[in-house]
Structures are given as structure tokens and as C-alpha cells.
């Protein structure tokens, strides 16, 4: 069975920082992973994926992603944090067996909040 | 174009009532997703839909039911509902449905059962 786990509920950075979230994933088969966004009350919308075709996926809003097989992660970063970043994130792999039928199973979120 | 829309954005209920929460996609979807959201929990999949006329379980279905009424719209109905689904709800679509589409959501459907 496929899985996601986001290490840290909630990370707090300043502005300007450095962003990192944490997305390890567990799957029998390669991959797809997924970045989504949510605003306060509103959807989510997708920030990136990973599809196999580059191990580094470029994003909206500055934000990229490196998949590391060897580590079974997917950690989502941004060199300088903006406020309007502040959100919840998701990480998410999508159903890659035969069913195919592009379930995503998220992880538990993380909080960025950026301090002035 | 407005995308992935639902209704009602707000609900209270009572213990035993029933309500349809209606989702409708204008992007000529063919999939279609119920989540429900839940602190710590992240998005949890209740029903989808592959195409119209067919709808299948996702890792929570118990206590809903769920209807592909046509192409643009796939609505979640609670029978008889409990405090433990209050939630928010999020209702998804995606082209072909396939491992690789990108999913777009709604803005979601607040439910308080008392």
C-alpha cells in the first residue's frame, strides 16, 4: 500500500529564509508524487508534480522539489520566503498500480507561517 | 470558466438529519472526487467516480452515498448524520482520471453536525 508522511505539523520561517518541507513517501511502485497548496479557507490547488520524467520539478510561486529514490522522499522547497506564502501544504502520491485511477493518498499537512 | 464549484460553503446539522452536499465541474471531466478534510489527518478519499455512470469507494465511505448525476456533477449525500463527519469536504475533478493528472478542487463545503 502506497503512503505519505510530512515530517513537522507546523514549520515557522522568517522572510527571506530558506523553506523546506519534508515529504517522505512508501509505494510498491515508482511513483507520482504531488505538492498542493491550501490558502486559508479556500481549495487546494497543485504547486508541482513528479511524473518520472526529471528528478527535479520546477513549481508556481518559486517553489521546486527534488524525488530522491534512494531516500523515498519528495521534500518541497523555496530559496527565499515570501509572507503571502504562509498556507498548509500537502504532499500526495497518486494511484500508480494497474487500477490507475489517480487517488491521491495526502499526508497530514504541514503549516508554513513567516514571520516579518 | 469556474471550475470545480460546491454547495452549500456552510452547514449545520443535527444528529440523524441527511443532507446532499452538490458538486458540479464545467472543465469536461470525466473523474471525479469526494474528500474530507481533518486536522492532522490530511484529505481522506470518500467515493470517486471514473466516469459517468460509474462510482466506486475510497478509504472512508462508510456513512455516505454518492450519485454521478451526469458528466459535470457528482453529489455526497450523509442519510443520517453523525458528529463524527463533521469535516470539511472537498469535491475534486480530473481530465481522464489517470496517475498522472493533476487533480483541481472546490473550495469546499463546511459541515457541523450537533
Known amino acids: 500500500a502506497q503512503s505519505v508522511t510530512q515530517l513537522g505539523s507546523h514549520v515557522s520561517v522568517s522572510e527571506g529564509a530558506l523553506v523546506l518541507l519534508r515529504c517522505n513517501y512508501s509505494s510498491s511502485v515508482p511513483p507520482y508524487l504531488f505538492w498542493y497548496v491550501q490558502y486559508p479557507n479556500q481549495g487546494l490547488q497543485l504547486l508541482l508534480k513528479y511524473t518520472s520524467a526529471a528528478t527535479l520539478v520546477k513549481g508556481i510561486n518559486g517553489f521546486e522539489a527534488e524525488f530522491k529514490k534512494s531516500e523515498t522522499s519528495f521534500h518541497l522547497t523555496k530559496p527565499s520566503a515570501h509572507m503571502s506564502d504562509a498556507a498548509e501544504y500537502f504532499c500526495a502520491v497518486s494511484d500508480a498500480g494497474s487500477s490507475n485511477t489517480g487517488k491521491l493518498i495526502f499526508g497530514q499537512g504541514t503549516t508554513l507561517q513567516v514571520k516579518p | 470558466n469556474a471550475g470545480v464549484t460546491q454547495t452549500p460553503k456552510f452547514q449545520v446539522l443535527k444528529t440523524g438529519q441527511s443532507m446532499t452536499l452538490q458538486c458540479a465541474q464545467d472543465m469536461n471531466h470525466n473523474s471525479m472526487y469526494w474528500y474530507r478534510q481533518d486536522p492532522g489527518m490530511g484529505l481522506r478519499l470518500i467515493y470517486y467516480?471514473?466516469?459517468?455512470?460509474?462510482?466506486d469507494k475510497g478509504e472512508v465511505p462508510n456513512g455516505y452515498n454518492v450519485s454521478r448525476l451526469n458528466k459535470r456533477e457528482f453529489s455526497l449525500r450523509l442519510e443520517s448524520a453523525a458528529p463524527s463527519q463533521t469535516s470539511v469536504y472537498f469535491c475534486?475533478?480530473?481530465?481522464?482520471?489517470?496517475?498522472?493528472?493533476?487533480?483541481?478542487f472546490g473550495p469546499g463545503t463546511r459541515l457541523l453536525v450537533l
Open positions: 467516480s471514473a466516469s459517468e455512470g460509474t462510482t
Open positions: 475534486a475533478s480530473s481530465g481522464t482520471g489517470g496517475a498522472v493528472e493533476t487533480q483541481y
